[in-house]
Nanobody, 111 residues
Framework: VQLQASGGGLVQPGGSLRLSCAASFSINDMAWYRQAPGKQRELVAAFTSGGNTNYADSVKGRFAISRDNAKNTVYLQMSSLKPEDTALYYC?????????WGQGTQVTVSS
């Protein structure tokens, strides 16, 4: 399983970004995590079994996870960004019980 994440960058508070994660093939269980300096990696958003979605409380109403199955790609649309959203964002896939990670894409929210 190969995961290629992209779309990070520098954005002002209140701005938006869309992250993309392209997988080498279609995988149902995909998610986005993030890790800020000095903090543990945390779940941001995920597709759960049955196609439902799950979000961290801190991003509910601001972030949205979506997917394009034809492109084997999962997206994270981030809106109303805050400085505390600054982190390295990782794409994650779970396949036959094994976890796979993309290389991470940096999101920095700063004025």
């Amino acid at each position: 399983v190969q995961l290629q994440a992209s779309g990070g960058g520098l954005v002002q508070p209140g701005g938006s970004l869309r992250l993309s994660c392209a997988a080498s093939f279609s995988i149902n269980d995909m998610a986005w995590y993030r890790q800020a300096p000095g903090k543990q990696r945390e779940l941001v958003a995920a597709f759960t079994s049955g196609g439902n979605t799950n979000y961290a409380d801190s991003v509910k109403g601001r972030f949205a996870i979506s997917r394009d199955n034809a492109k084997n790609t999962v997206y994270l649309q981030m809106s109303s960004l805050k400085p505390e959203d600054t982190a390295l964002y990782y794409c994650n896939a779970t396949y036959y019980g094994f976890a796979y990670w993309g290389q991470g894409t940096q999101v920095t929210v700063s004025s």
